[in-house]
C-alpha cells in the first residue's frame, strides 16, 4: 500500500486522499513520524477536511505508550478539536464490517473516553505504587 500511495503521490501531489492513505500505511508500518508528516500534508491541501485529525488523534494513542499521561491528554486534545470542527453528519465504518457505519463523532467521542479511562488508570496505579512504597 505504501508504495501506491507514494506512486499515486508523484502523479498528484495535491491529492489529499493519497496523502491520508500514505500516512494511514505509514503508521501501519510504525513509522509515526512519517505518518503525522502525511497527515500535515494533507491537511496543507485541503484544510476544510477534517479526517487528517482523527488520524493524528489515532496517530497520538499509537505513540503513547501505557503509562504516559501527558500523552493521552495530548490525543484526547486533538480529538476534541476533531469533534468542534467535523460534519457530525460525515460516516465511517471504522471496522470494515457491514451495518457498523458510525459517525465520526461518536468514533472520536468513544476514543476522548478511552484517553480519559486510560488517565485516571494510570493516575491510579501511580497512587498505589506510592502506598506501597511509602507504606501508607
Known amino acids: ?47 476544510k477536511k477534517t479526517d487528517y485529525i482523527f488520524n493524528l488523534g489515532l496517530l497520538a494513542m499509537d505513540y503513547t505508550n501505557s503509562g504516559d499521561v501527558q500523552g493521552f491528554k495530548a ?9 468542534a470542527k467535523a460534519n457530525p453528519e460525515h ?20 476514543r476522548i473516553k478511552k484517553c480519559d479511562k486510560n488517565v485516571k488508570m494510570i493516575i491510579e496505579a501511580e497512587r498505589e505504587m506510592a502506598e506501597l512504597v511509602h507504606g501508607r
Request: glycine residues 10%; aromatic residues 10%.
Open 75 to 83: 490525543a484526547k486534545k486533538v480529538f476534541e478539536e476533531f469533534v
Open 91 to 110: 460516516k465511517v465504518d471504522p471496522d470494515g464490517k457491514k451495518g457498523a457505519e458510525l459517525s465520526w463523532h461518536a468514533k472520536a467521542k468513544d
Open 1 to 47: 500500500a505504501k508504495r501506491a500511495f507514494e506512486q499515486a503521490i508523484a502523479l498528484n501531489p495535491d491529492s489529499y486522499d493519497a496523502h491520508i492513505g500514505l500516512g494511514v500505511a505509514l503508521r501501519g508500518l510504525g513509522d509515526y513520524v512519517g505518518a503525522k508528516a502525511e497527515y500535515q500534508k494533507a491537511a496543507q491541501v485541503n484544510p
